[in-house]
């Protein structure tokens, strides 16, 4: 797991400084407990995801033993009238048993284990990494960027009432506008590498629809008692 986002009073005055005017002040002083709460769920799971490199790096090695097991499979499938061979050498040489000593129920069991072999490596051929590690055309290329910046809208849209979007200068075409303004003091306490990357994020967090996670919401969900709506 990563270590903790820490979000020490100078940090909270500096968010509060970058955010326009709270709904009220009472979501000003719970704003810390959010940042908190967050920092020690959903930023730790969008921190924990690999990147979208190493996710295909990963997807290459499956498909690499995914493939091997394929022409193992075809291997066997085409010397099905050498499998007698086959077995004699599997009791003779990896087994060190010389035909003398092999009894037929010895035989019968080794043809019946290369039967499960065959069927072991047909699951084995079968098998689709990039359905559990999913790279859809449609998911960001800094995912966890993506999902930090939405989770920033949410804190944004519940703090101001105000809907967090993408603003660029015309005049100068660099990012701006109040959510940009939160989100550059955020993304370096995730990060660590100032604003680099957050530009791009934004862009592709307005394709996808500027959308707001749920975290505000399921946070009010898990701690009731904190009555995160109420002004």
């Given amino acids: 797991m990563k270590n903790l986002i820490s979000f020490s009073d100078q940090v909270v005055k500096n968010l509060f400084r970058s955010l326009p005017e709270p709904v009220c002040e009472r979501r000003r002083e719970l704003l810390p407990q959010i940042l908190d709460e967050w920092s020690r769920t959903d930023l730790q799971k969008h921190l924990s995801l690999d990147t979208r490199a ?74 689709a990494p990039e359905g559990w590690w999913r790279l859809g055309p449609g998911q960001p290329r800094n995912y966890a960027g993506y999902l930090v910046l939405s989770d920033a809208a949410s804190i944004f849209l519940w703090f101001t009432h105000r809907k967090p979007k993408r603003e660029v200068d015309r005049n100068i075409s660099t990012e701006t506008g109040p959510f ?52």
């Fill in 180 to 231: 940009f303004w939160f989100a550059s003091v955020l993304w370096p306490l995730v990060f660590g590498k100032g604003i680099h990357g957050l530009p791009a994020t934004m862009k592709n967090w307005e394709k996808v629809g500027s959308r707001c996670s749920p975290l505000v919401a399921n946070i009010d969900v898990h701690h009731p008692t904190w009555r995160v709506y109420e002004c």
């Fill in 54 to 127: 190493v996710t295909k790096r990963r997807i290459k090695k499956v498909e690499r033993v995914r493939d091997c097991a394929r022409a193992l499979l075809k291997a066997l499938n085409a010397a099905d009238e050498e499998r007698a061979t086959i077995e004699d050498e599997m009791l003779r040489r990896v087994e060190g048993r010389s035909l003398d000593d092999i009894s037929r129920l010895e035989w019968s069991n080794m043809s019946a284990r290369l039967d499960e072999e065959v069927k072991f490596l047909t699951k084995l051929a079968a098998i």
